[in-house]
């Protein structure tokens, strides 16, 4: 058996407003159930381990499991002391006594040039113990391997992308499918910081186009969402008032801005009410892509992964190097934050139909996949793709 412990497959009732989550690592963290038999495998977070009689779950892993996954998302911040929550979780891995295997290791970096960039000791310490207890590591992309090399020494890295990525290997032939005839529906759109004015300017443009907000994390938005519902007074969003983005506010910010980077007070209530979708389960959020949506655009990589494992079209838009090393190593459509600015949603699902490459590459992809899974004695199957 397989014990599986990391980020969580299915959001609590009390996400966003008072659990602090990204619901798009549930599409992360739901891969490893996807590629073994769910007899083989069992969770912690959603399954009945407790059953067993164990007093915690690495007593149950330790005494009924031969292998452990660990699901990760961006572990490592290059720059940044956060030497007292690596310290933790590296005392958490020594609970274990049987293999392990990590599932897409990544960094967070306000830096691509690393000659001057730095780890605290207490993460260094961790990747070297990481790689002594399971070589090869698997990280996300070429920028993740050079840090965990350059910074800390580790030099037994595997990359291999997002592991979500070969989570549902047949929604490449219905993705293929939908390129062909095209995908009938609306886009669906997702931001990630908006302090930043592409950012916003895309999110007005899915006000007015009637595309479809997916909200993965925002707690200022969800509020506004539930009180649109209830028909309440809908608190704005500082993001949107204090930028002018409220028409007739008579802010300064407001001056500045064309009318299509303007909305009214009852537009942005509409908005909230009838386009925002925020979702606690996987199943029912890849439900909507294949029945609803034509092509997916923004800054959320599992958002747009979300769509792919759909077999829906997507543009992941980059904007720092944890997206851009993801979309290059799978070779997905991508374009730059900054060239993201100017395109409407037609554009994106111009955009999103140039899939060739990623195609060309698809077996490649899987067979490194399957090495990584090779190399940790995992019971991995390869999938004949069909595409």
Not at 320 to 332: N, Y
């Amino acid at each position: 058996m397989i014990g599986i412990v990391g980020n969580l497959p299915r959001m609590p009732h009390t996400f966003p407003l008072d659990h602090g989550e990204n619901a798009g690592n549930m599409i992360h963290a739901r891969a490893p159930q996807r590629m073994f038999d769910r007899r083989q495998t069992i969770e912690y977070n959603t399954q009945p381990w407790v059953l067993w009689g164990e007093k915690s779950y690495a007593d149950f892993v330790n005494t009924h499991c031969d292998h452990l996954i660990v699901t990760m998302a961006n572990t490592i911040w290059v720059n940044k002391d956060f030497s007292e929550k690596y310290r933790r979780f590296q005392r958490m891995l020594e609970l274990y006594d049987v293999p392990i295997t990590f599932f897409g290791l990544g960094v967070r970096s306000p830096v691509e040039d690393l000659s001057d960039a730095w780890l605290p000791q207490a993460a260094i310490d961790l990747l070297r113990y990481m790689e002594e207890r399971a070589a090869p590591i698997g990280v996300r992309g070429e920028f993740t391997k050079q840090v965990l090399e350059k910074l800390a020494g580790v030099t037994k890295v595997q990359v291999t992308g997002c592991p979500s990525f070969f989570s549902e290997p047949g929604a490449f032939k219905q993705l293929r499918s939908n390129l062909r005839k095209g995908k009938p529906g609306t886009f669906a759109y997702s931001g990630t910081k908006y302090t930043r004015p592409e950012e916003r300017a895309l999110l007005l443009r899915t006000l007015k186009s009637e595309g479809v907000y997916i909200e993965p994390t925002n707690t200022e938005n969800h509020r506004a969402h539930l009180r649109a519902m209830k028909r309440m007074d809908v608190p704005i969003p500082d993001y949107l008032i204090g930028n002018g983005h409220v028409a007739a506010e008579g802010s300064s910010a407001e001056a500045e801005l064309g009318p299509a980077l303007q909305a009214t007070r009852s537009e942005w209530e509409h908005f909230f009410r009838h386009q925002y979708r925020l979702f606690r389960n996987p199943e029912d959020w890849m439900q909507m892509n294949r029945e609803v949506i034509s092509h997916t655009f923004g800054t959320r990589f599992h958002v747009n992964m979300a769509s792919l494992l759909s077999g829906t079209p997507a543009t992941w838009v980059t904007h720092d190097s944890r997206t851009r090393e993801l979309a290059e190593f799978f070779r997905v459509p991508h374009v730059s934050l900054e060239d993201s600015e100017s395109m409407t949603p037609a554009d994106f699902q111009q955009t999103s139909r140039d899939y060739d490459e990623m195609f060309d590459h698809l077996p490649a992809l899987f067979d490194n996949w399957q090495a990584y899974m090779d190399a940790h004695g995992l019971p991995y199957v390869r999938p004949r793709l069909g595409v």
